[in-house]
């Protein structure tokens, strides 16, 4: 089974819509972010938290907002979907000490007509 | 974060070793060279990392230079899986900023 999933894979939806995006993580890591990905550019950071109650904005917040369930939980909503939110989001974990390896969800790929 | 200059892209025959450059001049005695991957719309794949030994695992070799300016990332036995973005990253371990990946370099490995 994979270490960091998400659900769900593909969604498409209208403007105006409220939208979550899940990540679940078996790995044990504390550190969670949520990434966004538009064609042929870099990952651009929306949110991220070091632990259950602790979140942070990312560079591109404005939109949206995320949840930390639990330490293996971690949801991104857009609460009024936009048209240039379509992209490919990706849920990333990070484990505490000097390790700097990210692991990636498989992403959501979401188009808001 | 170090800036870091990778070729836009690269062909490799299948079979054949992949070798990535990498130039990070500015690098500080600190920071690590982390290689990442992303295969066509997939999450980005962590491939390997190195402060200024040469290092190996199941997936490649990363060479560092003595200078420390510069890397390499060689994939020993490319295989048409093996074409995706490959992305080189140097930053301090642990930091609380995010990754920030560049371009890359588009590896493409021909049958």
């Known amino acids: 089974d994979a270490d960091v999933t998400q659900t769900p894979r593909n969604r498409i939806t209208k403007t105006g819509k409220r939208i979550m995006l899940e990540c679940s993580q078996t790995?044990?890591?504390?550190?969670m972010y949520w990434y966004r990905q538009d064609p042929g550019l870099g990952l651009q950071l929306i949110y991220y938290s070091f632990d259950v109650k602790d979140i942070n904005k990312g560079e591109i917040s404005d939109g949206y907002s995320v949840s930390r369930q639990a330490q293996a939980k971690f949801s991104l909503s857009l609460e009024s979907a936009i048209p240039n939110q379509t992209a490919l989001y990706f849920c990333a974990t990070r484990g505490t000490g000097g390790s700097d390896t990210q692991y990636f969800g498989p992403g959501t790929r979401l188009t808001v007509l | 974060d170090a800036k870091t200059t990778q070729p836009t892209s690269m062909d490799c025959a299948e079979g054949r070793a992949a070798n990535l450059p990498c130039n990070h001049s500015t690098i500080s005695g600190n920071e690590y060279v982390y290689w990442y991957r992303q295969i066509h719309s997939q999450g980005p794949q962590y491939i390997i990392h190195g402060l200024k030994n040469n290092e190996t695992n199941e997936m490649a070799s990363l060479i560092i230079t003595e200078d420390r300016k510069s890397s390499t990332l060689i994939l020993p036995h490319a295989t048409l899986r093996d074409t995706a973005v490959y992305y080189c990253i140097v930053r301090v371990p642990g930091s609380a900023r995010q990754l920030t990946f560049g371009s890359g370099t588009q590896l493409t490995v021909l049958p």
């Open positions: 790995k044990g890591h504390d550190r």
